[in-house]
């Protein structure tokens, strides 16, 4: 079976400065990984996917990834937070690709932007 | 991608009743999944949804808790029955679409139940 986990289930950063947010992976075949924004009272809205094309991944709002399977990882980040990034941001596995499966959650970071 | 409509959208309910959240979809799809996200916590698989066949349910639910129809290839619906205030939660539906293994959510049902 498939898990996932994100370290920190609160960060803080200040507005301009680097935004990292830590997801590890657990599974036995090669996955596929996303990261899931929500925003206060709404639903959830892909930010990126890894799907074993390129490692490094560009997703929405200026975020992107880099799966490294040598360190079962796959970190969010962005070089410049801004204060519309604050939300929650979920980091998922799926292993089956045939749609018979549904997503892995990880616990989920809170993302906290200080003026 | 997928457009998803869920209703309702928020609801408050009473302890001991049962209510039913419905999920549409733009376009036929095969499988439609359900989650459960607790306050504060992450998403949680219910069940997977195949028309034409009972729904799959993950270990801790029950279909006499949370019975699933789907009748096409456009809807579903799911229960909460015999509601606790620990169902409290949002329940969401989501579908495949939106890029190859991606799952594209609705925007949810927050319940209450007092």
């Known amino acids: 079976a498939q898990s996932v986990t994100q370290l920190g289930s609160h960060v803080s950063v200040s507005e301009g400065a680097l935004v990292l947010l830590r997801c590890n992976y657990s599974s036995s075949v090669p996955p596929y990984l996303f990261w899931y924004v929500q925003y206060p009272n709404q639903g959830l809205q892909l930010l990126l996917k890894y799907t074993s094309a390129a490692t490094l991944v560009k997703g929405i709002n200026g975020f992107e990834a880099e799966f490294k399977k040598s360190e079962t990882s796959f970190h969010l980040t962005k070089p410049s937070a801004h204060m519309s990034d604050a939300a929650e941001y979920f980091c998922a596995v799926r292993v089956s690709g045939g749609g018979a499966d549904g997503l892995t959650f990880g616990k989920g970071t809170h993302l906290i932007i200080q003026p | 991608s997928a457009v998803i409509s869920q209703k309702p959208s928020r609801d408050i309910c009473q302890r001991g009743t049962s209510l039913t959240i419905q999920c549409q979809v733009d376009s036929q799809v095969t499988m439609m999944f359900w989650y459960r996200q607790q306050p504060g916590q992450s998403l949680t698989l219910i069940a997977t949804a195949n028309q034409g066949s009972e729904a799959t349910y993950e270990s801790g639910f029950v279909i006499d808790k949370f019975p699933i129809s789907r009748p096409n290839l456009t809807f579903s619906t799911l229960t909460v029955s015999n509601m606790s205030p620990e169902d409290s939660s949002i329940y969401l539906c989501?579908?495949?679409?939106?890029?190859?293994?991606?799952?594209?959510f609705g925007a949810g049902s927050r319940l209450t139940v007092l």
């Open positions: 989501s579908v495949d679409g939106g890029g190859a293994n991606v799952l594209t």
